[in-house]
């Protein structure tokens, strides 16, 4: 059983920095997704937010270059978002997931992520004031 656990969300001030970290167990990458981070404000859309090809090319949107860091840690398992000078826009439920690559840039619209393909976390907050 696939199971991505998201932790590291939480509030802070505009300018500040989160650490976002999603544990993966149970995947084993057959079918050719990508990994990486979606993310949902009340009432928007799912939004692609940065990805991480199986061998490793990294992608991110536009409006979270030169702030936001993804990596990886195979050894531990672990996918991270590093996130700095945050801005109020970026306030969401941030969504660890391995779907379909194509979707990082592109998103999956005003969906729900049990709405989405691949596997997906519960979600963790992250909340930006301004």
């Known amino acids: 059983q696939v199971q991505l656990v998201e932790s590291g969300g939480g509030s802070v001030q505009a300018g500040g920095s989160l650490r976002l970290s999603c544990v993966v167990s149970g995947y084993t990458d057959i079918d050719g997704y990508c990994m990486g981070w979606f993310r949902q404000a009340p009432g928007e859309e799912l939004d692609g937010v940065a990805s991480?090809?199986?061998?490793?090319?990294?992608s991110y949107i536009d409006s979270v270059k030169d702030r936001f860091t993804l990596s990886r840690d195979n050894a531990k398992a672990t996918l991270y978002l590093q996130m700095n000078n945050l801005r109020p826009e970026d306030t969401a439920i941030y969504y660890c997931?391995?779907?379909?690559?194509?979707?990082?840039?592109?998103?999956?619209?005003?969906?729900?992520?049990?709405?989405?393909?691949?596997?997906w976390g519960q979600g963790t907050q992250v909340t930006v004031s301004s």
């Open positions: 991480i090809t199986s061998s490793g090319a990294i």
């Open positions: 997931a391995a779907t379909l690559c194509w979707t990082f840039a592109h998103g999956y619209g005003p969906v729900s992520r049990e709405s989405a393909s691949g596997h």
